[in-house]
């Protein structure tokens, strides 16, 4: 029996991003991200490996390497427009937020549970690591685009920035492919 259960929800690829290494987190719209171990080539997140963070620092002491489950970060069309609407915002840019792929049609998105899989048609797969909580580097990117507005992008994402992902299995998406969603076949963690 599969440990992973095929679900009725699939999200539509309609925005993708390259995040060029360096320090601005800012992306470059494209319509087809190659994708391989260590993620994409030349993306800020790229590799197989990574320096810990502050969001492991109860695990490790700052820039111990770790496996990367960073590479990606998925966001979805309808919680960006939840919250562009809380922010006062008519639109909110995923370039801005350093977004990989921008999916529409997966209800509570940020929320899918760690280990779940996003699978191309072609065979591509994305295993989804966990929520991506907001910080203040978006905001930033905000701010330079609709002053006044940075400093709510933290507050209006809570509960809403997506996941972090790392590929599974390489290949190629692009913008109009479909990302079918598997979950884990357990029952919800109950100590």
């Known amino acids: 029996m599969p440990v992973l259960r095929k679900t009725e929800f699939s999200g539509e690829v309609v925005w993708l991003g390259h995040v060029p290494s360096g320090s601005n987190i800012r992306a470059r719209s494209v319509e087809e991200l190659q994708l391989g171990f260590a993620g994409e080539q030349g993306a800020r997140h790229e590799g197989v490996n990574r320096a810990s963070c502050v969001r492991v620092r109860n695990l490790y002491p700052q820039g111990t390497e770790i496996r990367n489950v960073r590479q990606l970060s998925i966001l979805s069309a309808e919680e960006m427009d939840a919250i562009a609407a809380d922010m006062g915002l008519e639109t909110l840019d ?68 997506g996941v972090t992902a790392w590929v599974e299995c390489p290949g190629n998406l692009r913008v109009g492919d479909t990302l079918s969603l598997f979950v884990p076949d357990q029952r919800s963690w109950a100590p």
């Open 94 to 161: 995923p370039a801005l937020l350093g977004v990989s792929i921008v999916v529409r049609g997966i209800p509570d998105f940020t929320y899918v549970p760690p280990s779940s899989r996003l699978q191309a048609s072609g065979g591509l797969t994305v295993t989804i690591d966990m929520e991506n909580r907001p910080c203040v580097i978006p905001g930033r990117e905000i701010e330079h685009e609709a002053p006044g507005h940075g400093a709510a992008f933290k507050p209006a994402a809570q509960g809403r920035r």
